[in-house]
């Protein structure tokens, strides 16, 4: 699970609609590549390889802004990672 810092003001909320994860990124951009399923661009490939073709399958569905709002969104997500479990809190 991707975590933002404490006392960060703005992030990107994301879903990948391949694999459904849902996460927290610094960036605030409207596509990336899902950290969970989305392949790395490898910059050392061979001159006989092929290039991987990068999906930004990770949609933004919120722009969340405040300290309160991101930790909210955050503890939601371990709540949701975690089953439910809201003791390690």
Do not use: H
């Not at 999906?55 to 089953?83: C, F, H, N, P, W």
């Amino acid at each position: 699970m991707y975590y933002v810092p404490d006392g960060t003001n703005r992030c990107g909320y994301y879903e990948c609609t391949d694999c459904g994860s849902r996460f927290l990124d610094l960036k605030v951009i409207p596509a990336m590549v899902c950290p969970y399923c989305g392949e790395e661009l490898d910059m050392e490939i061979g001159p006989d390889e092929e290039m991987p073709v990068i999906k930004e399958e990770a949609k933004l569905i919120r722009m969340l802004d405040g300290e309160e709002e991101i930790e909210k969104y955050d503890q939601l997500l371990s709540l949701a990672v975690t089953g439910g479990d809201y003791n390690w809190i």
